[in-house]
């Protein structure tokens, strides 16, 4: 099975970038939709964007325009770019993947539930 760490959390003031990076090791081939997630303590964990290995990229409405995602797959590391950040981004973010039948499938995949394998998680706080 994968096994993914994140790395690139911490803290930046409102209006500042921060790049995620998820690395995936183990046993990644196959795994052709990957996720970033994020969870403030109390809520649901929310998708922010999925990515398929056809190089179709699906980002929420909450974050399009201000995040992207993509993926190196020399060597396996998952990236999100967060651009104007403001302190509602303040959350543990996390990525997750799953074997998806096909872009589609991979679009349709929005819950926790939805994806198998997951990181611990890394912490981003946006001050203003």
């Known amino acids: 099975q994968v096994q993914l760490v994140e790395s690139g959390g911490g803290s930046v003031q409102a209006g500042g970038s921060l790049r995620l990076s998820c690395a995936a090791t183990?046993?990644?081939?196959?795994?052709?939709?990957m996720a970033w997630f994020r969870q403030d303590p109390g809520k649901e964990r929310e998708v922010l964007a999925r990515i398929h290995t056809s190089g179709a990229t699906y980002h929420v409405a909450s974050v399009k325009g201000r995040f992207t995602i993509s993926q190196d797959y020399a060597d396996d590391t998952l990236y999100l770019q967060m651009n104007s950040l403001k302190p509602e981004d303040t959350a543990m973010y996390y990525c997750a993947a799953v074997r998806a039948y096909s872009g589609s499938d991979c679009h349709r995949r929005k819950l926790r539930s939805d994806f198998p394998y997951w990181g611990q998680g890394t912490e981003v706080t946006v001050s203003s």
């Open positions: 183990g046993a990644t081939y196959g795994y052709n939709c």
